[in-house]
């Protein structure tokens, strides 16, 4: 079993950044893809970035060049770095691990990120 622990989210004005990270437990197959999706209020959960354990990443439209998603293999820890950020980043953040090949999937718990403006 995978437990992920997000943490790194609060409450920010407009303009300003936060890093949220997810750190992950457990038994996890080493060819895997680290996500982030967020889900605001009314709304569908959404893809925010992805990494594959290669480093490969990709991005929502509404975040490039404004969010960076990392990852340190050793760790088994996926970061979002935050900058710019818009009141419509509102929303709870869950940290995402899925493998492929075996078919498993993880959820965190979320982290709620606020933009005021």
């Known amino acids: 079993q995978v437990q992920l622990v997000e943490s790194g989210g609060g409450l920010v004005q407009a303009g300003g950044s936060l890093r949220l990270n997810c750190a992950a437990s457990?038994?996890?197959?080493?060819?895997?893809?680290l996500g982030w999706y967020r889900q605001a209020p009314g709304k569908q959960r959404e893809m925010v970035a992805a990494?594959?354990?290669?480093?490969?990443?990709n991005y929502a439209d509404s975040v490039k060049g404004r969010f960076t998603i990392s990852r340190d293999n050793a760790k088994n820890t996926v970061y979002l770095q935050m900058n710019s950020l818009k009141p419509e980043d509102t929303a709870v953040y869950y940290c995402n691990l899925r493998a492929p090949m075996t078919g498993d999937n993880y959820w965190g718990q979320g982290t709620q990120v606020t933009v005021s403006s």
């Open positions: 457990g038994t996890i197959f080493s060819i895997n893809i």
């Open positions: 990494i594959t354990s290669g480093g490969s990443t």
